[in-house]
């Protein structure tokens, strides 16, 4: 979760949200992403996205079993779906995001038995650490 944090912080560094995610498989990180949603206007290019790319190009497959994926804020509806896709088996979150976390916040996608993959969630890992990283940006925001 620390090098996720590290990814959230050079996303605010980039004035992005600061959402930051990696893909550890084998005791080791094989994608790593942060918010670019800004820069490069992409509506998809959250975090958790940008890292399941990564990892996909490093075990050479769109099949990511036998990864955790680490993410600073509880992952939305859109890349709970694509933790659905890369079928990974568990998510490790910090902070809870109560109007659009789908990992028990709003949706529990990770459990919904009509998928044809479920994943392991567990929330709260760093969540003060994490949550305090995103009200300093939204409060610079504000004040700015």
């Not at 990511?64 to 779906?81: D, F, H, N, R, S």
């Not at 996608?109 to 305090?132: W, Y």
């Amino acid at each position: 979760m620390r090098a996720a944090l590290r990814e959230a912080e050079e996303a605010a560094r980039q004035d992005e949200v600061p959402v930051g995610a990696v893909v550890v498989h084998g005791g080791r990180i094989i994608g790593r992403g942060h918010n670019q949603r800004e820069m490069l206007k992409d509506p998809t290019a959250h975090a958790e996205m940008i890292a399941i790319t990564q990892a996909a190009a490093a075990l050479d497959g769109w099949r990511l079993e036998g990864t955790t994926l680490y993410v600073t804020l509880e992952p939305c509806l859109m890349c709970a779906g694509a933790i659905v896709n890369a079928r990974i088996p568990r998510v490790v979150f910090g902070a809870k995001d109560p109007k659009a976390g789908a990992c028990g916040s709003v949706y529990q996608v990770g459990l919904d038995a009509r998928l044809n993959h479920r994943f392991e969630t567990t929330p709260g890992v760093l969540a003060g650490e994490c949550a305090a990283l995103l009200q300093a940006f939204f409060a610079k925001k504000r004040d700015g």
